[in-house]
């Protein structure tokens, strides 16, 4: 009697510790079945005129202390466009494109030194990365960049958020192969080239399409799938605080595209999101989906337009969008909404 009781009380306690691991392991996990609150503001948004500029068809836009960067990527000669950020005024353009040793042959993403006032363009077919000062921009229209540093070929970052010299966040691709990459979230040291991914990956996912965001202020960094209904979000050590699963979520990949490039505006994560209900492959998301810092849905802002970029201009409280429609760049006052 007294050896089964035994039996019993360990069974128990068996029992005790697996409902523990199960119970800290749904603390991570949330599953988000209904997003349907729905704030349409199309009739909000401004039309941002360039004025004479000509900017391409595929453009990103980022925001520099008191300027906003208009990164043109099909431009035959100058590539990066300052505007005023508190005025829209159009300021000067630079980055010569070309493969001479003053230009820029394959831009990738802007890097941005908020501290130093300056930006760093990739060039992937050179494998370095060039600084621009924006002081020095401004003055001189024919300011000639300097190297800040190279890339591997072997892993690169896509895109990343500077922090400083020696550490960096943001997508790292390895490729495989000729047709396969690998993306990873890491840490980048820009001063010695170090590489080192986050420890946390999704134990589901066999391939990964990702984009992803970082902030110290929050102390977190945001991978959005591009093919599942999937957001994580991690410490800036590389542990898991949340996975966040959406209305659609599956195993396995169905769809081409979920989510775009994700970004942090004050305590709130804002994704740009293509609609399930008429996924016909389209070229653009219209919504962006309101999370706050631990990925609890708030709302959803149906733009009204295809959105191919935006950036978040927290001195003004905007989103400076670059927009695949009827308009080419637009803002968002975000007074109200967040």
């Given at each position: 009697?007294?050896?089964?009781?035994?039996?019993?009380?360990?069974?128990?306690?068996?029992?005790l510790?697996?409902?523990?691991?199960?119970n800290?392991?749904?603390?991570?996990?949330?599953?988000?079945?209904?997003?349907?609150?729905?704030?349409?503001?199309?009739?909000?948004?401004?039309?941002?005129?360039?004025?004479?500029?000509?900017?391409?068809?595929?453009?990103r836009?980022?925001v520099?202390?008191?300027?906003?960067?208009i990164?043109?990527?099909?431009?035959?000669?100058?590539?990066?466009?300052?505007f005023d950020?508190?005025?829209?005024?159009?300021?000067?353009?630079?980055?010569?494109?070309?493969?001479?040793?003053?230009?820029?042959?394959?831009?990738?993403?802007?890097?941005?030194?908020?501290a130093?006032?300056?930006?760093?363009?990739?060039?992937?077919?050179?494998?370095?990365?060039?600084?621009?000062?924006?002081?020095?921009?401004?003055?001189?229209?024919?300011?000639?960049?300097q190297?800040?540093?190279?890339?591997?070929?072997?892993?690169?970052?896509?895109?990343?958020?500077?922090?400083?010299?020696?550490?960096c966040?943001?997508r790292?691709?390895?490729?495989?192969?000729?047709?396969?990459?690998k993306p990873?979230?890491?840490?980048?040291?820009?001063?010695?080239?170090?590489?080192?991914?986050?420890?946390?990956n999704?134990?589901?996912?066999?391939?990964?399409?990702?984009?992803?965001?970082?902030?110290?202020?929050?102390?977190?960094?945001v991978?959005?799938?591009?093919?599942?209904d999937?957001?994580?979000?991690?410490?800036?050590?590389?542990?898991?605080?949340?996975?966040?699963?959406?209305?659609?979520?599956?195993?396995?990949?169905?769809?081409?595209?979920?989510?775009?490039?994700?970004?942090?505006?004050?305590n709130y994560?804002?994704?740009?999101?293509?609609?399930?209900?008429?996924y016909?492959?389209?070229?653009s998301?219209?919504?962006?989906?309101i999370?706050?810092?631990?990925?609890?849905y708030?709302?959803?802002?149906?733009?009204?337009?295809?959105?191919?970029s935006f950036?978040?201009?927290?001195y003004?409280?905007?989103?400076?969008?670059?927009?695949n429609?009827?308009?080419q760049?637009?803002?968002?006052?975000?007074?109200?909404?967040?």
């Open positions: 009697m007294i050896k089964s009781r035994g039996l019993l009380n360990e069974f128990c306690f068996f029992m510790l697996c409902c523990i691991g199960c800290t392991n749904s603390v991570n996990e949330k599953f988000q079945n209904d997003r349907d609150n729905v704030l349409h503001v199309k009739n909000r948004i401004k039309e941002f005129h360039v004025e004479n500029v000509l900017i391409g068809s595929y453009a836009s980022y520099l202390n008191d300027y906003i960067l990164a043109d990527y099909k431009s035959l000669d100058k590539m990066v466009h300052v950020a508190k005025t829209l005024q159009y300021m000067t353009s630079c980055v010569n494109r070309g493969e001479g040793p003053e230009e820029v042959l394959n831009m990738g993403c802007l890097g941005i030194d908020e130093h006032r300056t930006f760093y363009v990739s060039d992937h077919a050179k494998l370095k990365i060039f600084s621009y000062p924006i002081d020095s921009v401004l003055a001189n229209p024919f300011y000639v960049h190297i800040k540093t190279e890339m591997n070929a072997a892993q690169f970052p896509s895109e990343y958020q500077y922090i400083n010299d020696t550490l966040i943001g790292v691709i390895c490729p495989i192969g000729n047709n396969d990459y990873t979230v890491a840490k980048w040291n820009m001063t010695t080239g170090m590489i080192i991914p986050m420890e946390y999704h134990p589901d996912i066999k391939k990964k399409r990702m984009l992803c965001t970082a902030s110290v202020e929050n102390g977190i960094y991978e959005c799938y591009q093919n599942r999937l957001m994580t979000i991690c410490t800036l050590d590389g542990n898991l605080k949340f996975n966040v699963y959406g209305p659609d979520w599956k195993h396995e990949a169905e769809r081409d595209q979920y989510y775009d490039q994700p970004v942090i505006c004050k994560i804002l994704v740009p999101c293509y609609d399930n209900s008429e016909k492959k389209p070229s998301p219209t919504k962006i989906l999370f706050d810092i631990n990925g609890d708030l709302q959803t802002l149906e733009v009204g337009y295809n959105i191919q950036c978040y201009d927290r003004n409280n905007r989103l400076i969008l670059v927009l429609d009827e308009i760049f637009g803002y968002l006052d975000m007074n109200g909404i967040i």
